[in-house]
């Protein structure tokens, strides 16, 4: 199985500020015959299921703010929150679909400082 | 507007069965890869099975496998998750969820449907 890191567990980001998650993979998950990282990045806030805000490792998911940006290539990759706002305090959880399983990371959770 | 809502959840005692189902509307079902992803208490997201949108393939977490069948029926637009021989550990919120690909992100949600295991 495909085993999912993240990194920090937590961060607190003042309003405004950056928000930089990291992601790594235990295996290579960029499909060389169409060149895509089959990586997804999910925002769960409380009490609410996840939201899928970037899939194949770097696009956006219609209607996710522009300050949400994906980034990386076969292990390692990051989730990056530009001018973080009060409403994306959540976990954010990488997801790999490379292969089944599909295993998530463990989240991180991101708060205002 | 697309809707996944799951249904059958409840208490139920180790070694039962509970059978969980989503019913579909708003996007074309029998086109979609279909997931259940279960959320323990104050937990992460766990991933525990997929069903293409033919039945040509099902997978499992090795959790569940041997355990938990998904299944679906295209023409009630509605998946399923049979659960067998539940353990403690099963307790969870299990959320369906929709895929346009079959390896592929979950675009959509259900809210979820919380599972308790206990005697």
């Known amino acids: 199985d495909i085993v999912m890191t993240q990194s920090p567990d937590s961060l607190a980001v003042s309003l405004g500020e950056r928000a930089t998650i990291n992601c790594k993979s235990s295996q290579n998950i960029l499909y060389n015959s169409n060149k895509k990282n089959y990586l997804a990045w999910y925002q769960q806030k409380p009490g609410q299921p996840p939201k899928l805000v970037i899939s194949?490792?770097?696009t956006r998911e219609s209607g996710v703010p522009d300050r949400f940006s994906g980034s990386g290539s076969g292990t390692d990759f990051t989730l990056t929150i530009s001018n973080l706002q009060a409403e994306d305090v959540a976990v954010y959880y990488c997801q790999q679909y490379y292969n089944t399983p599909f295993t998530f990371g463990p989240g991180t959770k991101v708060d205002i400082k | 507007q697309v809707q996944l809502v799951e249904s059958g959840g409840g208490v139920v005692q180790p070694g039962r069965s509970l059978r969980l189902s989503c019913a579909a509307s708003?996007?074309?079902?029998?086109?979609?890869?279909m997931h259940w992803v279960r959320q323990a208490p104050d937990k992460g997201l766990e991933w525990v099975a997929v069903i293409w949108f033919d039945e040509s393939n099902r997978y499992y977490a090795d959790s569940v496998k041997g355990r938990f069948t998904i299944s679906r029926d295209n023409s009630k637009n509605t998946l399923y998750l049979q659960m067998d021989t539940l353990r403690a550990e099963d307790t969870a919120v299990y959320y369906c969820?929709?895929?346009?690909?079959?390896?592929?992100?979950?675009?959509?949600w259900g809210q979820g449907t919380l599972v308790t295991v206990s005697s």
């Open positions: 708003g996007f074309t079902f029998s086109s979609y890869g």
């Open positions: 969820a929709a895929g346009e690909h079959s390896y592929g992100p979950a675009g959509w």
């Open positions: 194949w490792a770097s």
